[in-house]
């Protein structure tokens, strides 16, 4: 009789061998424990121990219809913005039995495509998904999943199945109007990736703008955003735009970055320069001088996108009526925005 190689994979049936009890059996122990006898139970546990077995997930999934798996799609996994978001969703998912599988879109619609159909041939259970901005191929896949799809992030009068969101344009409105509420009218605005999100806020920002009488003054890159960028960004609007006495910065990362070249230039906070931030990071509290931001409700929306997928899947099966849950945002004002000196 052969031996089986060290390194091929257990199967139930050599489970089953070493517990000296039917295929059958050592699956319902493992299925469902609780209609077995615990010694008969302790000896299926044991083998699988002693064997390293680890069950075929894709197969459990084909005979029941059932993973026990939730996808998730973000555009970053370095991003502090998905860090509450995501850990809404383990903090929700993982106690009621769920596993999470996440995948990286980086900002890339047809990254996100490919990554959605990837998602779907694990046969999760839900998906969840940062955005509504998908392509017309990725929008029919979730369609077509068959599993409920919640967009995060943003607000659409067009979501393909439930959307937990806030409106970018309001926010990045109410952020720059803000700053010209104080007086400004050179205000400039940073952005970074320029993703549809952050052109959102670019649309609010230019609202304002306009609303008071005001060029718009903008510095975009097309990278993910981070301190550093937060740092060139400014420092290449004040070389173009001297003038510039208030900035909105489209996330905390470039509000910070460019905090840190004002204090390198010698430039007042916010005596000479007004810093708004977007997202309200922990950071932003605690920063020198103290970030205004945009307080978006990160961890709320993947709490609220995990309970109505828990109740659809586990308890009435039936879609909420309102489909489009809008979480709002909230404007935190702090330290550094303040009135520019020739109107103080």
Do not use: W
Request: hydrophobic share 45%; with cysteine; charged share 25%.
């Amino acid at each position: 009789m052969l031996r089986k190689s060290r390194s091929a994979r257990a199967t139930l049936t050599d489970v089953a061998a070493l517990a000296e009890v039917s295929a059958v059996t050592a699956s319902r122990a493992l299925r469902n424990p609780d209609v077995v006898s615990p010694r008969l139970r302790a000896r299926v546990e044991a083998a699988v121990r002693e064997l390293a077995y680890v069950p075929n997930q894709l197969a459990s999934a084909l005979a029941s219809s059932r993973t026990g798996c939730v996808g998730v799609i973000v555009p970053s996994l370095t991003n502090g913005v998905f860090d509450d978001y995501l850990r809404a969703l383990y903090d929700a998912f993982v106690p009621a039995g769920f596993q999470i599988l996440v995948l990286n879109s980086n900002y890339l619609p047809g990254r996100e495509e490919k990554a959605i159909s990837t998602m779907l041939g694990q046969f999760p259970e839900a998906v969840v998904v940062a955005g509504i901005e998908q392509t017309r191929p990725a929008r029919r896949l979730l369609r077509q999943a068959g599993v409920p799809i919640v967009q995060t992030m943003d607000i659409t009068d067009a979501p393909i199945d439930i959307n937990i969101g806030f409106s970018h344009t309001d926010a990045g409105y109410a952020a720059a109007r803000h700053l010209f509420e104080l007086g400004h009218r050179k205000v400039g605005h940073l952005m970074a990736p320029r993703d549809s999100r952050a052109r959102k806020r670019a649309e609010g920002y230019t609202q304002a703008a306009k609303e008071f009488g005001a060029e718009p003054i903008v510095a975009a890159l097309d990278e993910p955003s981070s301190v550093a960028i937060g740092g060139r960004l400014l420092a290449e609007m004040m070389e173009r735009e001297p003038e510039t006495t208030a900035i909105f910065c489209g996330n905390d990362n470039l509000a910070l970055g460019a905090l840190f070249e004002c204090q390198r230039r010698g430039v007042a906070i916010p005596g000479d320069m007004s810093i708004m931030g977007f997202n309200d990071l922990e950071f932003s509290a605690y920063a020198y001088p103290s970030l205004s931001t945009v307080a978006t409700p990160r961890y709320e929306m993947a709490r609220r996108a995990a309970e109505i997928i828990l109740e659809i899947v586990r308890g009435s099966g039936k879609r909420p009526r309102k489909r489009q849950i809008d979480l709002g945002f909230r404007v935190v004002i702090r330290e550094s925005t303040g009135k520019p000196r020739a109107s103080a």
